[in-house]
Nanobody
Framework: VQLAESGGGLVQAGDSLRLSCAAS????????MGWFRQAPGKEREFVAG????????VVAESVEGRFTISRDNAKSTVYLHMNSLKPEDTAVYFC??????????????????????WGQGTQVTVSS
């Protein structure tokens, strides 16, 4: 599976962006897809996850109420919808996929070491 993110850019605080993660290769229903982000000098942080088969989702508390995750089965694409962006959302955003977590509860989906496939990342910069 290869993952390719797109949709990043420079926006102002309060704006919205939608990131896309296009997957090539077959996505099985038991994949969990995740979005992570990494700001300069900080550790990689889990943002949101979705289980492909039933579209069950989870978002991190730090973005709850502003970010949502969804997927388009026909396009093998996962989206991260980001609203009310803040300067602290500035980071490189990565898409990842794993077969290891589908039986685990949503609370476990933030374990980045469990993800097998990663995209190259897309930069999101939010100016104040």
């Amino acid at each position: 599976v290869q993952l390719a993110e797109s949709g990043g850019g420079l926006v102002q605080a309060g704006d919205s962006l939608r990131l896309s993660c296009a997957a090539s290769g077959r996505i099985f229903v038991n994949y969990v897809m995740g979005w992570f982000r990494q700001a300069p000098g900080k550790e990689r942080e889990f943002v949101a996850g979705i289980r492909w088969g039933d579209a069950n989702t989870v978002v991190a508390e730090s973005v709850e109420g502003r970010f949502t995750i969804s997927r388009d089965n026909a396009k093998s694409t996962v989206y991260l919808h980001m609203n009310s962006l803040k300067p602290e959302d500035t980071a490189v955003y990565f898409c990842a996929a794993t077969l290891q977590l589908w039986k685990f509860p949503q609370s476990a989906w933030g374990a980045d070491s469990r993800y097998d496939y990663w995209g190259q990342g897309t930069q999101v910069t939010v100016s104040s």
